[in-house]
Nanobody, 127 residues
Framework: QVQLVESGGGLVQPGGSLRLSCVASGSIFRIYTMGWYRQAPGKQRELVGTVAGDGWPHYADSVKGRFTISRDNAKNTMYLQMDMLEPGDTAAYLC?????????????????????WGQGTQVTVSS
């Protein structure tokens, strides 16, 4: 089984910073693209950004210049550095990853992975 676990959320004042982590564990053969999403109460889930296996990130326009996504492949971990936080960033932040597990290897000669989600970590930006 594969699990994604987020951590690092909390309460922060506007203009402050937080660093989220997402650790993938279990029977992992390969991790492809990883990404952060967020969902505020009453709103649809939205993409924050993604990072490919080579580490090249892409960001939603709403967070460009404020958020930085990185990953440490040796640790199966992705990070989200959030700076200049605004009240509009308040949401549950969820980790997503496309992962090929060792159990699925025999069924996936093409090497395609499956979509996995973490449970989320709450970020609240308020004075």
């Amino acid at each position: 089984q594969v699990q994604l676990v987020e951590s690092g959320g909390g309460l922060v004042q506007p203009g402050g910073s937080l660093r989220l982590s997402c650790v993938a564990s279990g029977s992992i053969f390969r991790i492809y693209t990883m990404g952060w999403y967020r969902q505020a109460p009453g709103k649809q889930r939205e993409l924050v950004g993604t990072v490919a296996g080579d580490g090249w990130p892409h960001y939603a326009d709403s967070v460009k210049g404020r958020f930085t996504i990185s990953r440490d492949n040796a640790k199966n971990t992705m990070y989200l550095q959030m700076d200049m936080l605004e009240p509009g960033d308040t949401a549950a932040y969820l980790c997503n990853a496309v992962i090929l597990s060792t159990e699925r290897l025999p069924d996936r000669p093409d090497g395609h992975g499956d979509d996995y989600w973490g449970q989320g970590t709450q970020v609240t930006v308020s004075s």
